[in-house]
């Protein structure tokens, strides 16, 4: 389900205006208009009239046309009219599932921030908005009858709800006055010689992130509130350090699509040319999320009564979870990975194995785990560009893993890419609520960068795995040197592994 939050740059020794200049002229004027938000509308114009994105001027007149004419937009939850101006999300089964996912989000922390990078910041996040008109949009969701159980039912969004002219995308916090900087905290480590990986995470985990990352926000949310699908929010410290997040709905991608979104910012921030998204494959609004293995009893027990059960079950057990964070090493990670290896030659193990199987060997609660399995590149006509909740679900026994950490290479590299055949997915764990869910963003690096700051870690949001009756985890790139894992386990079991690559 979700895929995802990360942000790396490089130093220039060059001014704001000649780096810009420098990277790409036909953005010169940018650089002399960045330090005034007075001249943010010309500013844009310029960022939407650069060669390399030349037809978003006519695409956002379209959008304006459909904003001069509110009759073509919907209330919440009530009928729209179908036209090509509305992006298609779904029509099909997965539409449950989608309204049920929770809004992708996540921070970074960076060093070396300026001024100028929190204006370029501010107007990368404007222009991405203004590129990508769907995220300007209000989601509706389309139904034949009233009652819940009609069908078909569609997922759209209304594009131009939110225009850039008059809507902020990005909301600017003041660092309260009892928030210590992650400069102090840094600074105190090296003067105590402690480890300061740790300190930081913790520092961000308990003060940085619950000012920046919001409460769960699901699609169906979005349908009630007719809130806004994409945002960001932005922490200056005031010290050369800073933090800001970024937030877009589920319904609009996955993790992989929120990382398309997070590496145009950045492109923009430098004034490099975005790599453009593709938000119109038809294919987005009949994917389902289930293996194309699985036969009508395999999805009746993944998402039907049994899973419905499982969870309702599930929901007493909400008081006993409690969101946790693990900081791991990845030398040691590393380490074990050539361990494993070498006592088993045909071991096909990567890190991200390693930490999946710390995972299982730690969740006492679940007797299924189900990994997310990007589509692209895999599934006919799905391109690594297109944007949507292209992803599968890929159930697997969590024992199995536990004890085998190539468990989840060895799925991957199949002729299926399952893990269960057709009419093998069991049904007790199911109707048990002994099933969860993990997703990694360890291997996603996208991030947003600056001339002259470094992004130093980056933290997921909790609200992902917060107040969700099933076992899930997140494994995710803190920074250079650590992995880290957030869950929501209702029972945790001793293990072994992670006690060797803990940090």
């Not at 099909?92 to 309204?99: E, L, P, S, V, W």
Request: hydrophobic share 40%; with cysteine.
């Amino acid at each position: 389900m979700m895929k995802c939050f990360i942000f790396i740059p490089l130093l220039v020794a060059l001014t704001f205006q000649s780096c810009i200049a420098w990277v790409c002229p036909s953005l010169e004027p940018l650089a002399t208009t960045l330090i005034s938000r007075k001249n943010l509308p010309s500013t844009l114009l310029a960022i939407s009239q650069a060669p390399y994105i030349s037809d978003i001027g006519q695409s956002w007149d379209g959008v304006h046309a459909k904003e001069r004419h509110p009759a073509n937009v919907a209330a919440p939850g009530a009928d729209a009219a179908t036209d090509s101006s509305t992006y298609l999300i779904h029509k099909g089964r997965a539409i449950k599932m989608i309204k049920r996912c929770v809004a992708i989000e996540g921070l970074s922390v960076s060093d070396g921030w300026t001024p100028q990078a929190s204006e370029a910041f501010s107007l990368a996040v404007e222009a991405v908005a203004r590129a990508n008109p769907i995220l300007t949009g209000q989601l509706i969701e389309e139904k034949t009858s009233p009652w819940p159980w009609a069908q078909p039912r569609t997922l759209r969004v209304i594009p131009g709800v939110f225009p850039p002219e008059s809507h902020s995308f990005l909301s600017t916090i003041n660092p309260p006055a009892d928030l210590a900087s992650p400069a102090q905290v840094l600074y105190e480590e090296e003067i105590n010689k402690g480890t300061s990986a740790k300190e930081l995470f913790q520092h961000v985990h308990s003060h940085v992130a619950p000012r920046l990352l919001g409460k769960a926000e699901f699609s169906y949310d979005q349908i009630k509130n007719a809130s806004p699908l994409f945002e960001a929010k932005l922490m200056d410290f005031g010290d050369g350090y800073a933090a800001y997040s970024i937030k877009m709905s589920h319904a609009l991608g996955d993790g992989t699509t929120f990382f398309q979104v997070i590496k145009q910012i950045s492109s923009y921030m430098n004034g490099h040319e975005p790599q453009p998204i593709n938000w119109d494959n038809p294919l987005k609004a009949t994917h389902e999320i289930y293996p194309e293995t699985f036969s009508h009893q395999d999805y009746e027990r993944s998402y039907g009564g049994p899973f419905g059960w499982g969870v309702f079950k599930n929901i007493r057990t909400l008081g006993k979870r409690k969101c946790e964070y693990l900081l791991l090493s990845k030398d040691k990670i590393t380490q074990k990975k050539r361990e494993l290896q070498k006592s088993d030659e045909n071991a096909r193990i990567s890190s991200n194995d390693v930490v999946m199987s710390v995972i299982c060997e730690m969740c006492g609660s679940s007797d299924i785990f189900a990994f997310d399995r990007s589509a692209r590149g895999i599934k006919d006509d799905v391109d690594k560009s297109d944007a949507g909740n292209f992803f599968w679900e890929i159930p697997f026994e969590r024992e199995k893993a536990a004890a085998n950490p190539s468990v989840i290479r060895n799925i991957l590299m199949s002729e299926t890419g399952t893990y269960y055949d057709t009419d093998e997915v069991p049904l007790m764990p199911f109707l048990n609520g002994r099933v969860g869910r993990i997703t990694s963003l360890a291997s996603i690096t996208q991030k947003t960068t600056f001339p002259g700051s470094e992004v130093i870690c980056q933290f997921p949001s909790a609200s992902f795995i917060s107040d969700l009756p099933l076992d899930v985890a997140v494994i995710f790139r803190f920074d250079e040197e650590h992995f880290g894992i957030m869950h929501n386990f209702r029972r945790v079991n001793p293990s072994p592994l992670l006690s060797e690559i803990i940090a």
